[in-house]
């Protein structure tokens, strides 16, 4: 039973930790309960994650899974995916195996979720790495959106850019690039980015109110 571990160590200390508890649980055939705060080392260290709220499980599944298919809305929330926002349902084309949302009056197409009527209210998410940088001259792809970049953050060789789609809060899309294709590429603050939407990675989630309230609270364009 480790309850958070690694919680105060300094950060050279906790990588070296991190790779022996690798090792150690790869020689080990013996169960694990690893109570962390931190997705990283979730992600890096088990078999399967489970998400608590209140006393309640939420989800349990494996990392890549609870990440890029969260059960809920609450679930996106609290594993910290950026890419959370609120659109409608319009219609659904099973021949081809796609559901087309209306996000800031805009088509966005989904892989075929029928579970969801046309004129549904629904939450949808996108993990950071569903979002793609395209070219200039890529701007006709289909989910592809111009967006303002208003933050990027770089460490460790890599960074992890927001963007804003028509200037607006609540539809700021987060992904993650090398740092020196940011650097080529020149995306710092208010520099304008093309992005694509991956269909494949576009997930549906019931309405949450708490979701839908803070997408409303963040939804005017920035000054």
Known sequence: MLDEPFSAVDQVTRRKLLRQLIELRRSLAIPIVLVTHD?????????????????????????????????????????DQPNLFVGKVLQHLPASDTTILEWLGQPLLATHQPQFAPGDAVCWVVPEAGVVLVREHQVERENTFLAEVSERLAWRGHATVTALVAGRRDAALSFAIGASVAQRRGIVPGSRVPLQVQKAAVRLLPPDPATVAQVAAQGHPRP
Do not use: F, I
């Open 39 to 79: 997705l990283e080392e979730a992600s890096l260290l088990a078999d399967r994650m489970t998400v608590l709220h209140h006393g309640r499980t939420l989800q349990s599944a494996p990392p890549d899974e609870m990440l890029t298919r969260p059960a809920s809305a609450l679930v996106a929330r609290l594993t």
